[in-house]
DNA sequence: CGGCCGATTATCT
DNA sequence: GATAATCGGCCGG
């Protein structure tokens, strides 16, 4: 299990280091785990993306605590989003976690989110992997690293840097230049991760 | 495969 | 009262 100084330092700094990171989730006993494919940084009040962006509220209250903390909010009428906090306490700021690619427990990750279980878009984006790992609001403020925790992450799969695609983050609406722009995420596409995942790993 | 659109409600202005 | 760190269905090529 990562232990909380992993976790840290900035948002920018934190993300690239969770792409191959296993995500593990408990459900009644069970492993579910997928390693990290995608992550997206949002750092601090003066990034205009961040949700910290109006200063401290209810929702973004968690993002000001200790790092390795669950983010999860719930947006659209209908999805939660996992993100796991980063930075010094104080200083807001977290990753987004987009999508993973399946490594233990499938079967129930395929009852808990049936649609398009087995297809390769099963799990590539961020309402979807909170629904396989049955994830919501009851998780917000989760301590990823306390001893005997139901979600928490672990060393996984190791990636070499230039397999990872980055770019600007997605799905930012109005927010104004430059922060449309700024290259804070980071992606390894399916085809690569099952490379790299079933050399070794089971 | 790519683009458009409706769903649905907590949160913040 | 408007918006949203999305998704899945439907359309056309």
Redesign the pocket.
Known sequence: MLKIDFYERPAPLLAPDLIGKKLVRLQNGTRLAGIIIET?A?QGQEDL???????R?????V?YEEPGRA?V???????W?L?IVADRFGHPA???I?AIFPVEGQELMALN?P??ANSH?WL??????T?ALALN?SMNGYDLTKPGAELFLEEGTAVPAELVNIGP???????PEPWLSIPWRWELDWQQAQNLIQKGVK
């Open positions: 997206e949002y993306a961040c949700h910290a962006h109006f200063g509220t209810k929702r973004n209250q993002m983010y909010y719930f947006t659209y009428g209908m999805h989003l993100n977290a990753v987004l987009r989110r649609n398009l878009q590539n984006g961020p309402a979807k992997l629904q609001g983050r997605i799905g930012l609406g109005k927010t």
